[in-house]
């Protein structure tokens, strides 16, 4: 029988550390990849990613979360509690579709990667747009989901571990 895993009040700081070190190569390879269109989408892609995942997702999804305050798989639960007040639990299954402000740090570069690639085609951008696919689309997948999920306390509210759960049925 599959053994459950512990749920943690406070996650090892291994767990935000990874991920975050994942994260800033995201934030780094996606910025050169836009730094090839030129420098000030590549300071507009870096600043957007500061701004969504340390202060947007903090303050419309981690304040309405049981980890605000403690240190969660990534981190922005404690970075929450520096910068805002706490706000109601029961309110983050709906706070939680904020998260979509994340969506363009882990797709903008794939997309601006691809239409660069297809218009001044080179063995360079190509690799550096599969690497930030992979990184982006899989690698933080399988952090999420070793390190992050199986220990969460917030599994039996969370639209995405819902989502993923329907998945595998
Ligand atoms: S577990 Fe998720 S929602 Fe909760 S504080 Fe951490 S990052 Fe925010």
């Given at each position: 029988?599959?053994?459950?895993?512990?749920?943690?009040?406070?996650?090892?700081?291994?767990?935000?550390?990874?991920?975050?070190?994942?994260?800033?190569?995201?934030?780094?390879?996606?910025?050169?990849?836009?730094g090839?269109?030129g420098t000030w989408?590549a300071e507009?892609?870096?600043?957007?990613?500061?701004?969504?995942?340390?202060?947007?997702?903090?303050?419309?999804?981690?304040?309405?979360?049981?980890?605000?305050?403690?240190?969660?798989?990534?981190?922005?639960?404690?970075?929450?509690?520096?910068?805002?007040?706490?706000?109601?639990?029961?309110?983050?299954?709906?706070?939680?579709?904020?998260?979509?402000?994340?969506?363009?740090?882990?797709?903008?570069?794939?997309?601006?990667?691809?239409?660069?690639?297809?218009?001044?085609?080179?063995?360079?951008?190509?690799?550096?747009?599969?690497?930030?696919?992979?990184?982006?689309?899989?690698?933080?997948?399988?952090?999420?989901?070793?390190?992050?999920?199986?220990?969460?306390?917030?599994?039996?509210?969370?639209?995405?571990?819902?989502?993923?759960?329907?998945?595998?049925?």
């Amino acid at each position: 029988m599959q053994q459950l895993a512990v749920k943690y009040d406070g996650y090892p700081w291994t767990t935000p550390f990874l991920e975050n070190v994942l994260w800033l190569s995201i934030y780094v390879l996606g910025s050169i990849i836009f730094g090839l269109i030129g420098t000030w989408a590549a300071e507009t892609y870096a600043t957007y990613c500061v701004v969504s995942m340390y202060l947007l997702i903090p303050r419309f999804v981690c304040t309405y979360c049981s980890y605000f305050g403690r240190r969660c798989h990534s981190g922005q639960g404690r970075i929450a509690a520096l910068l805002f007040a706490k706000r109601n639990d029961a309110l983050f299954g709906t706070s939680f579709k904020c998260m979509r402000f994340a969506a363009p740090v882990f797709l903008a570069p794939l997309i601006a990667g691809i239409t660069l690639w297809v218009f001044q085609f080179s063995w360079e951008i190509l690799g550096m747009t599969v690497l930030f696919g992979i990184l982006a689309l899989y690698c933080t997948r399988v952090v999420t989901m070793r390190a992050g999920c199986p220990h969460c306390k917030q599994e039996a509210v969370c639209p995405a571990y819902a989502k993923a759960h329907r998945r595998q049925q």
